[in-house]
């Protein structure tokens, strides 16, 4: 499941959520991630743009990937402003091993920050402001693959 939120993260409300729907399906590990907004270089907040069409399909491919080894992916990711010290992604994977949990966790989060359709803006006195330095370029993007 693919979840978009506007603004920061229910954290607690998801993970919850996340484990009361499938704590009872034999799975033996939930392995989650929750990524936090860092006060860094002077920030007020990071917002986020997500093509979700794109996102959709990206986040499908690892699901299904995921389905093969027997395990079960979840996600939430924010659109708009995010504060510091508040959260905009998380994720979840549930498996019958924790050994493929954790394995598959670490490769999802990767390929996310590498592969997955969202743009970032550094949010500074309320104005948002590209963040090119923690962008990584698209194949395929135009202006946003650094190659325009």
């Excluded at 009872?24 to 907004?37: L, Q």
């Excluded at 997955?116 to 395929?140: C, F, L, N």
Aim: glycine share 10%; charged share 25%.
């Amino acid at each position: 499941m693919l979840k978009i939120y506007p603004g920061p993260l229910p954290v607690s409300e998801l993970l919850s959520e996340w484990y009361g729907a499938h704590y009872d399906e034999n799975y033996g590990a939930m392995v989650n991630f929750v990524g936090t907004i860092r006060d860094e270089g002077g920030i007020d907040a990071l917002s986020f743009d997500i093509y979700l069409p794109v996102l959709q399909k990206w986040f499908d491919g690892w699901k299904a990937k995921l389905e093969s080894k027997g395990a079960l992916l979840m996600m939430a990711h924010s659109e708009g402003d995010v504060p510091v010290h508040t959260s905009s992604f998380a994720c979840a994977i549930f498996s019958p091993k924790r050994r493929v949990a954790l394995e598959m966790l670490d490769a999802f989060v990767e390929d996310f920050k590498a592969n997955a359709p969202i743009w970032k803006y550094d949010v500074r006195e309320g104005k948002r402001i590209y963040a090119a330095d923690r962008s990584t370029p698209m194949d395929g993007s135009g202006l946003l693959a650094g190659d325009g």
